[in-house]
């Protein structure tokens, strides 16, 4: 198992950068896909990028494109998400989640989540 832990998160205005992280516990996060996702309120659990176990890998949803970057450090048990460009329809809670097989965009099919942190972007 993996237990996660998110942090960075905060209030910035629209335009800006924060950078969020996620520190794993355990010995094997790096046999873990890693995922960030979103939920606004009143809205669906949303994917945003996806990073495979090296690193080598990412993917992104259409909407933070070009803006965010999702990167990890295996020796550090953390992966990070680069926000920059922010918009106001950023504001959120920001997840990591782990799961073993393969990447997916899915948030079902994450196994192992952490608790959230909340990015608010002011216009």
């Known amino acids: 198992q993996v237990q996660l832990v998110e942090s960075g998160g905060g209030l910035v205005q629209a335009g800006g950068s924060l950078r969020l992280s996620c520190a794993a516990s355990?010995?094997?996060?790096?046999?873990?896909?890693m995922g960030w996702f979103r939920q606004a309120p009143g809205k669906e659990r949303e994917f945003i990028a996806a990073?495979?176990?090296?690193?080598?890998?990412?993917t992104y949803a259409d909407s933070v494109k070009g803006r965010f970057t999702v990167s990890r450090d295996n020796a550090k048990n953390t992966v990070y998400l680069q926000m920059n460009s922010l918009k106001p329809e950023d504001t959120a809670v920001y997840f990591c989640?782990?799961?073993?097989?393969?990447?997916?965009?899915?948030?079902?099919?994450?196994?192992?989540w952490g608790q959230g942190t909340r990015v608010t972007v002011s216009s």
């Open positions: 990073i495979s176990r090296s690193g080598a890998s990412t």
């Open positions: 355990g010995r094997t996060f790096s046999s873990y896909r």
């Open positions: 989640a782990g799961r073993i097989l393969g990447l997916t965009t899915d948030w079902i099919h994450y196994d192992y």
